[in-house]
């Protein structure tokens, strides 16, 4: 079974600061990758999906990266701000129709 | 464009009660999910529908039922709730990239 694993689980940082969320998997044989914002209360935001044929996404001050033969991925966040607190999770398909989620890292920056 | 719904947002329930939870999503998606998601845990599959007329088990099936209803809406029933199923619980629904929407979830007691 894929084992999906988010470390740190809390992470505080300054504001203004560049900094890196890691994501490893078990089993490399995946589809895609998922990262999704959770704010408190929340449902999940979709932020980037990476397809197994791809290296990296970008949004905004988002860049995901993925290395399917070391099993894993790190979300880089740009210059954060107070408004990126949350906690971001990722996911990962091997099938298509099962999805194997991390229990996410939560981000506190502070102003 | 409502993307994915979810009645109700909280419910409380005295053990051996049932209830059903209603999703709809209106972006034509084929497949769609249910997860529940509880401290520590991460968020685990319970039921999913690849397409109208057909559902499966997820990782944590026991104690609930699913009805796809039709394309756009998927519910999840609980016959006799009992207090392991308070949690929160989240629909959603599912790109033909495997790129997952979620829903705004569903916070559940049991007592």
């Known amino acids: 079974k894929q084992e999906v694993t988010q470390i740190p689980a809390a992470l505080s940082v300054p504001e203004g600061e560049n900094l890196v969320l890691n994501c490893s998997f078990t089993?490399?044989?995946?589809?895609?990758l998922q990262w999704f914002r959770q704010d408190p209360g929340k449902g999940l935001t979709s932020l980037l999906l990476i397809q197994s044929s791809q290296r990296e996404q970008t949004s905004g001050r988002l860049n995901a990266s993925l290395d399917k033969s070391s099993g894993r991925s790190t979300l880089y966040i740009a210059a954060s701000q107070p408004g990126d607190s949350a906690t971001y999770l990722c996911?990962?398909?091997?099938?298509?129709?099962?999805?194997?989620f991390g229990t996410g890292t939560s981000l506190t920056v502070i102003p | 464009n409502a993307g994915v719904t979810q009645t109700p947002k909280f419910q409380v329930l005295k053990t051996g009660q049932s209830m059903t939870l209603q999703c709809a999503q209106d972006?034509?998606?084929?497949?769609m999910y249910w997860y529940r998601q509880d401290p520590g845990m991460g968020l685990r599959l319970i039921y999913y529908s690849a397409s109208e007329g057909t559902t499966d088990k997820g990782e944590v099936p026991n104690g609930y039922n699913v009805s796809r209803l039709n394309k756009r809406e998927f519910s999840l029933r609980l016959e006799s709730a009992a207090p392991s199923q308070t949690s929160v619980y989240f629909c959603?629904?599912?790109?033909?990239?495997?790129?997952?929407?979620f829903g705004p979830g569903t916070r559940l007691t049991v007592t």
């Open positions: 972006m034509n998606h084929n497949s």
């Open positions: 089993d490399s044989a995946i589809y895609n």
């Open positions: 959603a629904s599912i790109h033909t990239t495997y790129e997952q929407y």
């Open positions: 996911a990962v398909t091997n099938t298509g129709n099962q999805f194997y």
